[in-house]
């Protein structure tokens, strides 16, 4: 998906980041006029990304329409930029011929992306149609599993033997017609294809043309191998500030080049993940129906009204000491919400640390003493405040006492959980983003309820 | 910044990806020893992020001890790559003189990284040190705003006139030796500097050396002005897929470039200032103190306590209602809970699709629509479940009744809150991440406990 700054001249993006109404008005207008002219005119100067942005603005019908009118006219690196769903929904209407026809003019790794959201049987209807070369090159892909290197990889690339001098690559480069559509670093091989070394094109147009390749090639050292997973792709880059890496094969033959554009999708897909996670949402997008989104809803509510309940039980243990004094029923959802909301502030810390292996070993001990500290700080902080209030409030001498206790009891437990939890199912190789919440909530709902109802059944003796 | 994949031979990390203990163990002990050789002969082969690495895994008084020791062999660049507190703490027990020396061999926006967090006395009298040419570009950059992409920018770059050819401005980098380490566009500009396009270095090596500049630049239609906003930059290079742009000043003259590998920490930052937001901390780094900590989480924690003082009231109207029937007391968290977690996730969303800008007035409509029907339907479906629980459990009748209709209210309530309030903070140009959470949950436990315990009293007539 690399390409460079040429695009469109006129701006058709409102000052809010939206495309302009009343440029969507003028295509719209033009795709139910069925005018292909005025719709390829508006449409021509735009970057692909505009152009997915448009599609995403436009209604379903008109869709589908649009890309039909502009037929071999529409680009389609621009389904590259849009929900998954959006561009199932456009791709299914059109004949797979067209498609195969409009996928050999895409970078592979735009092709192969379009691609691997398809069910099986029109994937490989699809490949049929393509050439021999090119469908070798997807099936490639296309066999590498699903997130993984090979899977975002550009199968195009340019290689030259390390005997060769500045010179005659560049002569090379004039002269050859089938060269990527972009690149940055010029791949060394072995007769084999085995991945030598790599020069960026910068110390080539530096150095005289008889200096050998072999003398300001760099050796590879951070070849990506095919099968590793994006994630851990992304982390090499971030590592040590890649812009491309060589995606290698189990023999260590060059197979492919992965670049920083790819992986700066993988690091916000990740970052997004993990935002979801922690807010209680599965992996859903802004174009999922109702019923999809209630169902994937559906399973994280229904635990939570499980460790619900279990607070609740708590509470019933308690049913005749609220009962002599219902200002306990009054103020207990107080201990119980700042024991949930100091747990989940030291969770989410500690979940992105170790998202970002900030958090290990060397500092675990340290972060677990402060992060205690900090719980036992704001819990006597907040006891104080809060004993004042109910004592204040009800007027009822130990009631603050009693409160006060209770809440500093929570805050050190909600401190504890949120650094612990995490920390042991990420041991246990859970995503800590994922679960930590629903244990770090029950574990301040039920000691919150239970040191403030249990401490006052013994104060007051009820 | 930007380097490419020439790094060390020997694994530093464990396969949990951090420092290896023995390397660890080696490192503390030549700096103990004061052993210089050896602590260059371990650390030189190491890439600047990894030097990084193990300086934040090494004790407070080791890492000074390791600067002092390497001295003019310790490679400045390594302090991009660690938390501003750590390199802080670095930083102010060198000796001025020491660090301009520094300064001078790095980038000019590793430089500004390190300069830009120094209390202004420091700042100036580093600079004062600095020769004239290039402390004249590094104020230059200091000039600008925090966060902008002058701030960010790399001061070097390559620049030549539209009328030469591909043969002169290889010959000029071929003779050339003060070249920016590392560059992979060259800019065109008239004699006032100013910016008339770019060519990618991969086009400069495809032509034949009579062919002019100016009939294969591009227009650069994505110049960045220097006083742009680093997050609004990041956003151009994510829609345009941009590896690099020129960053240009008031007068559109050229003043540097700004590299995706920059961009992609920002992108990070933002995804991460989210994260810790949605999670109620605010700007905090895992090395800040205890006292640091607990004062950046108190505020948080206040404005939570105001809203739980807010529910206590609700709770407060009914304490009669409760002390006839204390199943509702046992029963009342239930109802806030679901809605709260019911409304986190429609927040998360929402919050999630605006940074990203999926949502706009476009689809904002069909959004509410459904999120309302989801709130709806998985209103109902709790209502139901929670409906038999109770009514097994407390053996009441019309308990059941009572608790399935409140459901239903703050459910729907919950997901009108959760898309709501981030939206109109938004158009109030309030960060949604940041406030959100604490009115939706202010409104899922009123609406919860009033809804509950209201309809009791009626419903029962207490």
């Given at each position: 998906m690399a390409s460079q700054e040429q695009t469109t001249d006129p701006d058709i993006y409102a000052e809010s980041g939206v495309i302009r109404p009343d440029f969507l008005d003028q295509v719209s207008a033009a795709v139910s006029a069925g005018d292909t002219d005025q719709l390829a005119e508006l449409t021509e100067p735009l970057h692909e990304s505009e152009m997915g942005d448009l599609i995403a603005a436009l209604e379903p019908s008109e869709r589908q329409e649009l890309v039909a009118l502009l037929g071999d006219r529409f680009d389609y690196s621009a389904l590259t930029h849009i929900d998954d769903a959006i561009?199932?929904?456009?791709?299914?209407?059109?004949?797979?011929?067209?498609?195969?026809?409009?996928?050999?003019?895409?970078?592979?790794?735009?092709?192969?992306?379009?691609?691997?959201?398809?069910?099986?049987?029109?994937?490989?209807?699809?490949?049929?149609?393509?050439?021999?070369?090119?469908?070798?090159?997807?099936?490639?892909s296309l066999d590498y599993p699903e997130d993984s290197a090979g899977r975002r990889m550009q199968a195009d690339f340019v290689a030259v033997p390390p005997y060769w001098n500045v010179g005659q690559t560049i002569d090379y480069l004039r002269d050859n017609a089938d060269l990527p559509e972009r690149f940055s670093q010029i791949f060394v091989i072995d007769p084999t294809f085995r991945l030598v070394g790599a020069v960026d094109l910068d110390r080539i147009l530096r150095e005289q043309r008889e200096v050998r390749i072999e003398?300001?090639?760099?050796?590879?050292?951070?070849?990506?191998?095919?099968?590793?997973?994006?994630?851990?792709?992304?982390?090499?880059?971030?590592?040590?500030?890649?812009?491309s890496a060589a995606v290698i094969d189990e023999n260590e033959r060059l197979v492919g080049v992965l670049t920083i554009d790819d992986v700066v999708d993988v690091i916000q897909?990740?970052?997004?993940?993990?935002?979801?996670?922690?807010g209680g949402v599965?992996?859903?997008?802004?174009?999922?129906?109702?019923?999809?989104?209630?169902?994937?809803?559906?399973?994280?509510?229904?635990?939570n009204l499980g460790t619900?309940?279990?607070?609740?039980?708590?509470?019933?243990?308690?049913?005749?000491?609220?009962?002599?004094?219902?200002?306990?029923a009054v103020l207990m959802p107080i201990v119980a919400s700042m024991g949930g909301n100091a747990g989940t502030q030291t969770m989410t810390v500690t979940v992105r640390a170790l998202a970002t292996r900030e958090l290990d070993i060397y500092n675990a001990g340290r972060i677990i003493r402060r992060e205690?500290?900090?719980?036992?700080?704001?819990?006597?902080?907040?006891?104080?405040?809060?004993?004042?209030?109910?004592?204040?409030?009800?007027?009822?001498p130990?009631?603050?006492?009693?409160?006060?206790?209770?809440?500093?009891?929570?805050?050190?437990?909600?401190?504890?959980?949120?650094?612990?939890?995490?920390?042991?199912?990420?041991?246990?190789?859970?995503?800590?983003?994922?679960?930590?919440s629903v244990f770090v909530t029950t574990v301040t709902d039920v000691v919150g309820f239970f040191a403030f109802l249990g401490l006052a059944a013994v104060w007051f003796g009820i």
């Amino acid at each position: 998906m690399a390409s460079q700054e040429q695009t469109t001249d006129p701006d058709i993006y409102a000052e809010s980041g939206v495309i302009r109404p009343d440029f969507l008005d003028q295509v719209s207008a033009a795709v139910s006029a069925g005018d292909t002219d005025q719709l390829a005119e508006l449409t021509e100067p735009l970057h692909e990304s505009e152009m997915g942005d448009l599609i995403a603005a436009l209604e379903p019908s008109e869709r589908q329409e649009l890309v039909a009118l502009l037929g071999d006219r529409f680009d389609y690196s621009a389904l590259t930029h849009i929900d998954d769903a959006i561009r199932l929904e456009i791709i299914t209407v059109l004949p797979n011929e067209q498609i195969a026809l409009a996928l050999q003019e895409l970078d592979s790794d735009d092709a192969v992306y379009i691609l691997e959201d398809m069910d099986e049987g029109e994937q490989a209807d699809i490949l049929g149609r393509i050439p021999f070369t090119e469908r070798i090159r997807l099936r490639r892909s296309l066999d590498y599993p699903e997130d993984s290197a090979g899977r975002r990889m550009q199968a195009d690339f340019v290689a030259v033997p390390p005997y060769w001098n500045v010179g005659q690559t560049i002569d090379y480069l004039r002269d050859n017609a089938d060269l990527p559509e972009r690149f940055s670093q010029i791949f060394v091989i072995d007769p084999t294809f085995r991945l030598v070394g790599a020069v960026d094109l910068d110390r080539i147009l530096r150095e005289q043309r008889e200096v050998r390749i072999e003398d300001i090639m760099r050796e590879t050292r951070h070849a990506v191998p095919a099968e590793m997973d994006q994630e851990e792709a992304a982390q090499i880059f971030e590592r040590y500030d890649l812009l491309s890496a060589a995606v290698i094969d189990e023999n260590e033959r060059l197979v492919g080049v992965l670049t920083i554009d790819d992986v700066v999708d993988v690091i916000q897909e990740e970052a997004e993940e993990d935002i979801l996670a922690l807010g209680g949402v599965g992996d859903e997008e802004l174009s999922d129906s109702v019923i999809e989104t209630t169902r994937s809803r559906f399973t994280w509510l229904m635990i939570n009204l499980g460790t619900a309940v279990l607070a609740s039980f708590v509470i019933g243990l308690f049913d005749a000491t609220i009962q002599e004094m219902v200002a306990l029923a009054v103020l207990m959802p107080i201990v119980a919400s700042m024991g949930g909301n100091a747990g989940t502030q030291t969770m989410t810390v500690t979940v992105r640390a170790l998202a970002t292996r900030e958090l290990d070993i060397y500092n675990a001990g340290r972060i677990i003493r402060r992060e205690t500290l900090v719980g036992l700080l704001n819990g006597v902080l907040f006891a104080v405040v809060i004993g004042i209030v109910a004592t204040l409030w009800f007027w009822t001498p130990g009631l603050g006492v009693v409160i006060a206790i209770a809440m500093v009891v929570n805050m050190v437990c909600a401190a504890l959980a949120g650094i612990f939890v995490p920390l042991i199912l990420d041991r246990m190789k859970v995503d800590p983003a994922v679960a930590s919440s629903v244990f770090v909530t029950t574990v301040t709902d039920v000691v919150g309820f239970f040191a403030f109802l249990g401490l006052a059944a013994v104060w007051f003796g009820i």
